[in-house]
């Protein structure tokens, strides 16, 4: 009760904020300026929040002050759901939410969140910055929930780590307990590459680990040494059978209603700070593997070929319709 009391308090001040400098597009003129609310589940410390809170600032210079970005980290404002929601209404203007949220409104997305789409970030930042792939897609959501996706921020490759040893082939895998979210397509996949996936709270699994509830998980480096779970499984099987991804979104009415010229600027810098992210991300991701070889975790190898077999009925099962195979395959060609 008291952390949805602090929320609604959040929410408030976010919306006072976004109104002291607000002309509104919503009659249809376009909108001389605002300070963007931006809601965040990551902290002050992610790649995610520096890119974000670098982004805003360098708006701000570019629109001579008509334009700025307010980021609220640590889900201050609530929930993804709930504030995709908020979004929608136009109470907070943009936010970041994950890929397996956006299934939840049209599945189509789910295409980019199967396993083996991307074979690197690079591969699958091209692809999000390609309209020609991504156009339709990421402005499905303007009529029914007045939403426009921006673009995406990478999550990086993800891979297996265990307590027990380290694991070369999916064979390795039998009978091991391996965490995953709380998705259909990630329970397929972890139980595709021979594990026993266990949905489980992000929260619980450092002592799952560590009491033997589980054998290992799944997730990128940096979430693997923030998270602290290199104290607990020290083996890293770089799979990397998911790239991952978090959309941008924003609410359309008021994107749509920038003018002309400050959306052309606005866009400019957005495209900046989704490459200047993927920067960060990957300066991260190798501070962090140093750090877990530092405290003793055994990076290796895999047999990429024998995962990426495995994993393949799980995307070809998922591809349910011909306009999943077809943007599928162009994600496909766009690493050609």
Request: glycine share 8%; charged share 20%; net charge negative.
């Amino acid at each position: 009760m008291k952390m949805r009391f602090l929320r609604l308090c959040a929410v408030g001040l976010a919306l006072l904020l976004a109104t002291t400098a607000c002309s509104s597009g919503v009659s249809g003129k376009a909108e001389t300026g605002k300070t963007l609310v931006l809601s965040l589940n990551q902290s002050e410390t992610h790649p995610s929040y520096i890119a974000l809170t670098e982004f805003g600032e360098r708006l701000k210079a570019a629109m001579d002050g008509r334009w700025d970005v307010k980021v609220y980290p640590n889900e201050t404002l609530g929930a993804q759901q709930e504030v995709i929601q908020l979004v929608s209404d136009g109470s907070v203007d943009m936010a970041v939410a994950s890929g397996t949220q956006l299934e939840n409104l049209n599945p189509h997305f789910g295409v980019l969140n199967l396993p083996t789409t991307f074979k690197s970030i690079d591969h699958q930042m091209s692809v999000i910055k390609d309209k020609s792939i991504v156009g339709d897609l990421f402005t499905s959501l303007e009529a029914s929930k007045h939403l426009t996706v921006l673009g995406g921020l990478t999550q990086g490759d993800r891979n297996l780590y265990t307590a027990t040893g380290p694991i070369k082939k999916p064979a390795d895998l039998h009978g091991m307990k391996i965490r995953v979210q709380e998705s259909d397509v990630h329970i397929k996949m972890v139980n595709a590459m021979g594990g026993s996936a266990t949905p489980m709270s992000y929260g619980e699994v450092y002592t799952a680990l560590q009491s033997g509830v589980l054998d290992g998980a799944e997730n990128n480096e940096i979430s693997y040494v923030t998270q602290h779970h290199n104290e607990v499984a020290k083996y890293v099987a770089r799979t990397r059978h998911l790239v991952g991804l978090d959309y941008m979104l924003i609410n359309s009415e008021t994107y749509n209603g920038m003018t002309p010229e400050d959306r052309k600027i606005f866009d400019a810098e957005w495209s900046k700070t989704m490459t200047e992210h993927t920067t960060l991300w990957k300066k991260d991701t190798a501070r962090a593997i140093q750090q877990a070889e530092d405290s003793g975790t055994k990076f290796n190898d895999v047999d990429k070929a024998a995962f990426d077999k495995a994993l393949a009925p799980v995307v070809n099962g998922s591809l349910k319709s011909p306009a999943d195979r077809e943007l599928y395959d162009a994600i496909q060609e766009a690493n050609q």
